[in-house]
Nanobody, 129 residues
Framework: QLPFVESGGGLVQPGRSLRLSCAAS????????IGWFRQAPGKEHEGVSC????????VYADSVKGRFTILRDNAKNTVYLQMNSLKGDDTGVYYC??????????????????????WGKGTLVTVSS
């Protein structure tokens, strides 16, 4: 059973919006934090945004600050990523993963498990005119 299932990706024009959903197989309250990571074609995984499940504090990559918002819904065991003013550089596969507490100290999202077998399978976002 996958720990997370992502959805909401698709093809969108630059400047438009998308909302991604990350549904956990269990209670998100079991995690310290959950985050979104993306992988653009030919590039390494990049931490996009992550949220502390207990208090809702969030971390954002500089490249998405002011455009993306991460939210959690404990009742639905789901974490969302609202993406506005999308750019071509936002294209990639977006994954959901548990996040290390270190992320909220360092101000950069760090996956709790580096092994992507513990992540979701991802959802593809393509920003293109």
């Amino acid at each position: 059973q996958l720990p997370f299932v992502e959805s909401g990706g698709g093809l969108v024009q630059p400047g438009r919006s998308l909302r991604l959903s990350c549904a956990a197989s269990g209670f998100i309250s079991n995690y310290y934090g959950i985050g979104w990571f993306r992988q653009a074609p030919g590039k390494e995984h990049e931490g996009v945004s992550c949220i502390s499940i207990s208090d809702g504090s969030a971390v954002y990559a500089d490249s998405v600050k002011g455009r993306f918002t991460i939210l959690r819904d404990n009742a639905k065991n789901t974490v969302y990523l609202q993406m506005n003013s999308l750019k071509g550089d936002d294209t990639g596969v977006y994954y959901c993963a548990a996040v290390s507490p270190v992320a909220f100290v360092q101000g950069a999202c760090v996956a709790y498990y580096a092994d992507t077998d513990y992540w979701g399978k991802g959802t593809l976002v393509t920003v293109s005119s």
